[in-house]
């Protein structure tokens, strides 16, 4: 083949590389749409839609139940607490409990509400973790409302006391008019000149 490539004057590199690189340089001018099998575009298959994990609301129950409350009258919320006190005692139970107390108005009824709140805030009950948030806003409430009803009943007290010393004065100057009613009249100067 060296004695072929040398009589025509072509050097042998040339012979082997010049068919080569035609044959690359076709392919490369090659159209894409000129090819004879039918190309399907590669589709990323669709991501499954997963449902999110949405905790269940323990807390809206317990606000309706407020509110139904608020519609009972006194006599029904005290059956209501009778009959809610025998069940089993749970988190759930305990909110409801300070629920109805917070509006029995008897003595004393604040303070056990907020005892059971507080009850489910130190809970270490698996129940206890979703309603901790409103026992402790409930808690609070029940502070402050205790803190405001003591407020009032010392204010009232002074009221009372303000009044009694009032009535007394009262009473000491009705006295003392009535003391100053009964004293003889003294003749005035003038009356006693003219007589002589």
Known sequence: MTKLSAKRGVPLYLAICLPLALLLEGCAQKPVATLHYPLTPRVAPLPVAVAPVVPRDEVAPLLAYHQSLHRMTQGELLKELSSIMLQQRTPKIALQTGLILMLTRGGGDLARAQANFDSVVGSTEPEAEGLKPLAQL??????????????????????????????????TLEALKAIERGLPVRPTSGASAGGR
């Open 138 to 171: 409930l808690a609070s409430h029940c502070a402050e409302a205790r803190r405001l009803s003591d407020a009032t009943d010392r204010l009232a007290l002074q009221l009372r006391e303000t009044q009694r010393k009032s009535d007394q004065l009262n009473e």
